[in-house]
C-alpha cells in the first residue's frame, strides 16, 4: 500500500522549521502542527505543513524525512494579522487548487489549526472531498469572554462576529473535532453559537518533545542557573507578547513577592527580536507598568529563544508561571514541568483542570494579586513544596503529553470514524498502552 498523504494546515504567523518563535502569531500552535506532523511520520504517514507564502520565504522547505512545508502566497508579501487573514482564504483557496506542486498528491485527511486555517480546510476538503480534522487551538467564543473584563481594550480589532460565524461553519462542516481541554470541549458542545453534538468531538491535549524537555539533577539546574546568571530565586514566564499571556498581571503581583523574597527577580521571555508596534507598544506598557510599581529593577524583559535554549532557561528558573487572561491549554507550562521547575498554572484555562495542586503544580487565578503571589512564593519557600512539584509535575506530563501519545490518539480516533485507513491497528493500541 503507498503512503498515505495527510495535509496540516496552518496559515497564520512565522511557519518554518525552526519555528522563530516569539515573531507575531507565532507560538505553541506552530511548534504543535510541527511536532504532530513528525510524530505522525514517525507512525508511517507523509506529511505536508500548507501555510501562506510572505516575506520572499521559499515555496517548499523540508522540515525532515515524510516532513515539509509548502507556502502559497496569497494576500502580497506582506505579514497579515491572523484576525484579517481571513479576507484572503478565497486566493489562498484557488492558488492551492492550481498549484501543479500539491496537484501530484493524494490526501487521505486534511488537520487544520485555528479558524483561518480552518475556512481553508473546509473548501479544500469539499473540492478533493477528503476528510477534515480541524483543532481550533483557541475559539472565539472564549476569547471574546475572557478579553471582554480588560478594563479600556478595544475588542472590534479581533473580528469576533466574522470569527465565530466562521468558526460554526467549519465545526459542524469538519468530520472530527479536536479540542486541547476541556473547557473547549464545554464550549464546543453547549454554547448556543456552536452547539456541537459530543459525538464529533475527540478531546486530546497538546503534547512536549521529551527529547529536548526533561528533568536534570539539582546539581545540573545549578551549573546552568550560573552559566544563565541567575543568581537570584528567579521567576520566569515565556511565550508570545500578547494582552491574553497576562505579563502585566504577573508584574501586579511582584510587589506581594519582594516583601517575602526581596531577591527575587521575574524574567519575562516574551516577543520576538524583530517586534511589531503592537508588540512594541506592549513591552512598552509592562516596563512603565514595571517602573510604577516600584519593580522596574527586579524585572527583566527579554525576547523568546529557540526550543534547546529555551528548555535550559526552565531548568535555570525556579518558578515558571502560565498567567494567561485565557489559554487554552498550555504547552509552555507542559515544557516547564517536564524540565523539573515548579510550575504555577492560570485557572483560566484548560490544563489546570487535568492536574492535582500542591502535587504537580499550583493553580491560581491571575487576577487574584495575593493568590498568584502567594503561588509563586510557596515553592519559592519551602524546600519540600519545590522538590515535590519538580518531581512529580515531570512525572506527570512524560505520562500523558508526550507527541507519540497526541499523534497515536489522533490516529485512534481517525480509525475508529474511518476517517483514515491505518493499516497496523494493533500497533497503535499496543503503543497507546505502553505509553
Known sequence: MATQRILMISTHGYVASVPELGRPDTGGQVVYVLELSKALARQGFAVDILTRQFEGRPSLEVVEENVQIVRVPCGGDDFIPKEILVQHVPELIRR??????????????????????????????????????????????????????????????????????????????AELLVPTGAEQTDCLNESDEYNVPLEKIAQIPPGFDDSVFYRLLDGQRTVIKEMMGWS??????????????????LIRAFPAVLRRIPDAQLVLMVGSDRPSAEERRLQTELKL????????????????????????????????????????????????????????????????????????????DPYDVEALANAVCSPLQHHRIRHQLSRQGATTVRERYTWEQVALQLLRRCRSESLLQVTDSLQIENALESN
Not at 232 to 249: C, E, H, I, M
Open 96 to 173: 492551492v487548487l492550481d498549484d501543479p506542486q500539491l496537484a501530484q498528491f493524494e490526501y487521505s485527511l486534511i488537520n487544520s489549526h485555528y479558524w483561518d486555517a480552518g475556512v481553508v480546510g473546509a473548501g479544500l476538503a469539499r473540492a478533493w472531498d477528503v476528510p477534515h480534522v480541524h483543532t481550533p487551538h483557541s475559539m472565539g467564543v472564549l476569547k471574546r469572554k475572557h478579553l471582554g473584563d480588560v478594563a479600556d481594550e478595544d475588542l472590534s480589532a479581533y473580528n469576533f462576529e466574522e470569527r465565530i460565524r466562521r468558526e460554526r461553519m467549519i465545526y459542524h462542516q
Open 232 to 249: 537570584a530565586p528567579t521567576v520566569l514566564a515565556a511565550g508570545r507578547l500578547a494582552l491574553n499571556k497576562g505579563y502585566d498581571l
Open 289 to 364: 507598568l514595571a517602573g510604577e510599581l516600584g519593580v522596574g529593577s527586579r524585572v527583566q524583559i527579554t525576547t523568546c529563544v529557540s526550543q534547546s535554549r529555551l528548555a535550559d532557561c526552565y531548568r535555570a528558573a525556579d518558578v515558571f508561571v502560565l498567567c494567561s487572561r485565557h489559554e487554552p491549554f498550555g504547552m509552555t507550562a507542559i515544557e516547564a514541568m517536564a524540565c523539573g521547575t515548579p510550575t504555577v498554572i492560570t485557572t483560566h484555562g484548560g490544563l489546570w483542570e487535568e492536574l492535582n495542586w500542591g502535587h504537580e503544580c499550583i493553580y491560581c
